[in-house]
């Protein structure tokens, strides 16, 4: 019986893991939902998101940003897509993106964590 106690507490430890991590295989399945305006095609609703980590805001010249996001002088570190992703219209007010944010701060790192892997 005590191996079996010892089994389950193993188990639960595993299953708690993933919390500690960001885990961009879970960021690549939430990104689905942002792949319906971000791709790479020229009639695409929003620019794309390549390389998107380390990049100035409003960076690419084929794509008609908003006044807001043209002015608002943000580096894309992790830290401020991460406020960005939370709350758009917080981070970026009167961005043209229609995206009301994640209220689940793991979701959030997790969409960041695949967005580094966009190259
Ligand atoms: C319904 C369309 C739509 C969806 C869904 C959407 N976006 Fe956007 N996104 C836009 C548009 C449009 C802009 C440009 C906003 C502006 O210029 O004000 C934008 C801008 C951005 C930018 C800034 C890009 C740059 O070059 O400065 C990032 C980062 C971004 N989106 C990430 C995401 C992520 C991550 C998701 C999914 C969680 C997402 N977006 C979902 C339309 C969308």
Same mark, same amino acid.
């Given at each position: ?5 010892? *089994?389950?507490?193993?188990?639960? =430890?595993?299953?708690? &893991? ?25 009639? &695409?609703?929003?620019?794309? =998101?390549?390389?998107? @980590? *380390? ?17 608002? *002088?943000? +580096?894309? +570190?992790?830290?401020? =897509? ?9 981070? @970026?007010? *009167? ?16 969409? @960041?964590?695949?967005?580094? +892997?966009?190259?």
């Amino acid at each position: 019986m005590q191996f079996v106690r010892y *089994g389950a507490a193993a188990c639960a =430890l595993l299953l708690a &893991a993933p919390a500690f991590a960001a885990d961009a295989n879970h960021g690549k399945t939430l990104f689905t939902a942002c792949f319906a305006c971000h791709t790479e095609r020229p009639d &695409a609703l929003g620019p794309s =998101l390549k390389g998107v @980590v *380390g990049r100035k805001a409003a960076w690419l010249q084929d794509f008609r940003y908003s006044p807001a996001m043209t002015r608002s *002088g943000l +580096t894309w +570190t992790e830290a401020n =897509l991460k406020d960005y992703l939370r709350d758009p219209q917080g981070k @970026v007010k *009167g961005n043209r993106m229609p995206f009301s944010g994640y209220p689940n701060a793991t979701d959030v790192d997790d969409v @960041v964590a695949y967005l580094v +892997t966009l190259k």
